[in-house]
DNA sequence: CCGAATCCTGGTAGATACTG
DNA sequence: CAGTATCTACCAGGATTCGG
């Protein structure tokens, strides 16, 4: 038996050959936001070193979960990207990340808040059955970072940065009221009333958004 | 920050640095199916150190997903166990399974099935949604193997050995018939008719098996 | 500056032997 | 039965270097 492999017929064992090693789920977690390149990966995994980036970038795309290419002339840049086969891990990436967000307290000492690790958030806090038949466009603020969520007849999509015709902005002025919001700490109305929030848009969207995103 | 930290506060961050390691989700799945002695544990994994399967049912321990408990007096033995905690992670290793099982094509040279790969495959191909209200117990004969499916309400529990009070038994006689049932290779009728199994009990409950176990 | 490759160190896993 | 001990080999972490 090759050393790496778990010497089993099983799907399981399988996928934990193809993701288990250190660093792959974080990095197809952050490619499931669209196309990086290794720079990108690079900030947004700050403690991976780069010789570890650069072999699992080649392992992901030896196991077909994602690929490199070159991107055309003025842009000379290298993008990684998954494949299909990798998009597919999503489900069971957002039932990991559910499972373990259940220990989130504080962050540790040293612990980053990337932008991916929120948007993960988003998806794993999503509730498909809240979202049936719903069509909507938020833009969140969240001072550094901005992102997009756009429900498209039920179906989540998740992107860092603006979008371009949102039906509800929400901005957050003071404190985490979008977490709170989506741990049911405070309600649509105390977060407008207190300040913590400023919407732009349809008003009903944000009871909405409670209603689809839940902890 | 501390070596086998990943250094983000993110659930999934978290979920592999509880369970990222080397043989954890494996020796997880095994004892999804109940408590676990350190040798029923090792025959289950037998290409696990004894040393690692040590240390991981260690870690597993201190986080809190599993507990070692020693069995009351004539049976001076040492069962491992899920907590509730541990157990809470079935959806996603069904999701994680669900993805890998898509690779598997023949056993590789060397590798081994175990009865709890197999019971793990009735849970990844288990549609709950063709289970809703539905009550019956199954039992499974396949050569070296019996399993045991109960369905109880549309929610299944998986177990190996024999069924107290089976509904139906379906007992392999040549080749992969169940597998073959719930890839869609074989009907139920053509199954019976080939005289690659036989069944006891209830006929309309095998027709009713493939619906609830596709893949 | 991007995307690595190289080198070194220390820690983790594999293999096997051994013990209460 | 349920592990521990020991040794080796490999992998990850960290820093530096290098070609396009």
């Known amino acids: 038996m090759a050393s790496r492999e778990y010497g089993q017929f099983c799907g399981l064992a399988r996928a934990m050959e193809m993701i288990g090693e250190r660093w792959s789920v974080l990095i197809i977690r952050n490619l499931l936001i669209g196309a990086q390149r290794f720079t990108d990966l690079h900030r947004g995994l700050p403690a991976i070193p780069t010789n570890v980036l650069s072999a699992r970038l080649k392992q992901l795309e030896e196991a077909g979960l994602a690929t490199r290419r070159a991107l055309p002339h003025p842009e000379r840049a290298v993008v990684y990207e998954l494949t299909d086969f990798g998009r597919d891990?999503?489900?069971?990436?957002?039932?990991?990340?559910?499972?373990?967000?259940?220990t989130l307290a504080e962050p540790r000492p040293g612990e980053v808040v990337t932008a991916e690790s929120i948007a993960m958030s988003f998806r794993t806090t999503f509730q498909p059955e809240a979202a049936v038949g719903?069509?909507?466009?938020?833009?969140?603020?969240?001072?550094?970072?901005?992102?997009?969520?756009?429900?498209?007849?039920?179906?989540?999509a998740v992107g860092i940065g603006p979008h371009p015709s949102p039906d509800l902005v929400i901005e957050r002025l003071t404190g985490f009221p979008i977490r709170e919001l989506i741990t049911g700490g405070k309600?649509?109305?105390e977060v407008l009333r207190d300040g913590s929030v400023r919407t732009e848009g349809d008003?009903?969207?944000?009871?909405?958004?409670?209603?689809m995103f839940r902890f």
Chains 1, 2 share one sequence.
């Not at 990991?96 to 259940?102: K, T």
């Not at 909507?136 to 969520?149: K, N, Q, V």
Request: aromatic share 10%; glycine share 12%; proline share 6%.
């Open 89 to 102: 891990l999503e489900p069971a990436l957002i039932a990991l990340g559910r499972w373990g967000a259940r």
């Open 134 to 156: 719903v069509t909507a466009g938020y833009e969140l603020r969240m001072g550094d970072f901005t992102f997009r969520l756009q429900i498209t007849d039920g179906a989540l």
């Open 203 to 211: 008003p009903a969207l944000l009871g909405r958004f409670v209603e």
């Open 187 to 189: 309600t649509p109305d």
